[in-house]
Nanobody, 115 residues
Framework: QVRLVESGGGLVQAGGSLRLSCADS????????MGWYRQAPGKQREMVAG???????NYAESVKGRFTISRDNSRNTVFLQMNSLKPEDTAVYFC?????????WGQGTQVTVSS
């Protein structure tokens, strides 16, 4: 059974950095896609960054040049390095992993950027 566990969120000042991690602690599935989404209060969940098994990446325009997604396939882990954080990056960040036709979500980790 897939169980995605995120870590690394917290409170940081504008301009600072955080590194999020998401690991699958419950299975040995191979995920053909892993990604990060976020949801701010009163807003819809949006894609932040994604990475395929072959490590092709895509990013939301709002985070290009500031965020970097990477993954360790041997450990079924995905990372999100977030630099030059802005108050508008404040949200709950969710990990997503797709295996075949199944989409799995983590419980989310709060990221708060103070001005």
């Amino acid at each position: 059974q897939v169980r995605l566990v995120e870590s690394g969120g917290g409170l940081v000042q504008a301009g600072g950095s955080l590194r999020l991690s998401c690991a699958d602690s419950g299975s040995f599935f191979s995920f053909n896609y892993m990604g990060w989404y976020r949801q701010a209060p009163g807003k819809q969940r949006e894609m932040v960054a994604g990475i395929t098994g072959g490590k092709d990446t895509n990013y939301a325009e709002s985070v290009k040049g500031r965020f970097t997604i990477s993954r360790d396939n041997s450990r079924n882990t995905v990372f999100l390095q977030m630099n030059s954080l802005k108050p508008e990056d404040t949200a709950v960040y969710f990990c997503n992993a797709i295996s075949g036709s199944l989409s799995h979500w983590g419980q989310g980790t709060q990221v708060t950027v103070s001005s």
